[in-house]
């Protein structure tokens, strides 16, 4: 029988444009696979949209394989990644896997760590992975309160991170959800806040949790790209939203903004509207911070609102 390689398969699932993805996943993994990276539980359906969004940032790249052993159904390998992306920045990792076998030799189950051998992780992917920089809270030391009301929420790292704070998680989380359900300012405008946010701090994190959701918003994956490029005059943006991107950036960038960045945004929208666009960057800011700072690990999610605000 011949037993999968996480090598061959990343090379083909990741690396190899022209390999159908389905087909690849086919091969490799079993049609129970699950994927558990640093306590988050991928399916394969979860796993291949992991893939797919690896693909459309990585230009090429290489695995190189430190260790490999298979005993029985067991299987525990070490490998680097080198990865080009798009954007002709570079990034290495290096990743421990410990899995099983399912009968057929394909890989049943897979659990993933690793660590940056450069300072930036991959954007929305969890090929590249950092241990936080603060341990994990004690959950029996919490409030009732405070438990009660994580217990309610989806597992999620950053709830996780921001709940050694007791006296501020709840706040912190509701004041998300009242974005998602108070603002008079338009999904869509949102979104295209937050995604500017995470460009412009640099955070994997929001950039991971918001491309899925600013699609529902009706913002494509080719405004989004336009935004990670810092091109806000493309065609797709209306003269409101390049006026609400560029006071994004230059509220991100600089303690005041420039008279004429702020009465363009003026004309385009309610005065109701510039408090929630500078309450909105300011939140992710934050939230960016917290993710960038203590190297909370990139999740995704695959709704219309973030890990922690249903």
């Given at each position: 029988m011949n037993y999968a390689r996480i090598s061959?398969?990343?090379?083909?699932?990741?690396?190899d444009q022209t390999q159908d993805v389905d087909l690849v996943l086919d091969k490799y993994f079993a049609s129970g696979y699950v994927h558990r990276n640093s306590g988050n539980v991928r399916v394969r359906e979860e796993f291949a949209e992991m893939a797919r969004m690896a693909r459309s940032e990585i230009a090429e790249g290489t695995v190189v394989v430190l260790d490999e052993l298979r005993s029985g159904t067991s299987y525990a390998e070490r490998h680097t990644l080198d990865v080009v992306k798009h954007d002709g920045s570079r990034e290495r990792a290096e990743i421990y896997i410990?899995?099983?076998?399912?009968?057929?030799?394909?890989?049943?189950?897979?659990?993933?760590?690793?660590?940056?051998?450069?300072?930036?992780?991959?954007?929305s992917t969890d090929w590249m992975v950092t241990m936080p920089r603060?341990?994990?809270p004690d959950t029996a030391s919490f409030p009732d309160d405070v438990r009660d009301f994580l217990t309610s929420l989806p597992p999620d790292p950053m709830v996780k991170m921001m709940s050694l704070s007791t006296g501020t998680v709840k706040p912190f989380v509701e004041l998300a959800r009242a974005q998602f359900t108070r603002l008079q300012l338009s999904a869509r405008h949102r979104e295209l806040v937050i995604l500017a946010v995470a460009e412009y701090v640099e955070c994997d994190f929001i950039a991971a949790q918001h491309r899925p959701i600013a699609v529902s918003a009706?913002?494509?994956?080719?405004?989004?790209?336009?935004?990670r490029e810092r091109d806000f005059e493309?065609?797709?943006?209306?003269?409101?939203?390049?006026?609400?991107?560029?006071?994004?950036?230059?509220?991100?960038q600089q303690p005041r903004v420039s008279d004429e960045v702020f009465e363009l945004a003026r004309r385009h929208f309610s005065d109701r509207e510039i408090v929630e666009i500078l309450q909105v960057t300011g939140y992710y800011w934050s939230f960016g911070r917290i993710a960038t700072v203590l190297d909370v690990e990139v999740t995704q999610v695959y709704g219309d609102e973030p890990h922690g605000t249903r």
């Open positions: 061959d398969a990343l090379q083909e699932l990741v690396f410990v899995g099983t076998y399912a009968p057929d030799g394909r890989f049943a189950t897979l659990n993933e760590a690793g660590f940056p051998i450069t300072d930036r992780k991959l954007h603060l341990p994990d009706e913002v494509g994956p080719e405004l989004q790209r336009s935004i493309t065609p797709g943006f209306s003269p409101a939203e390049r006026a609400l991107l560029r006071l994004t950036r230059e509220v991100v």
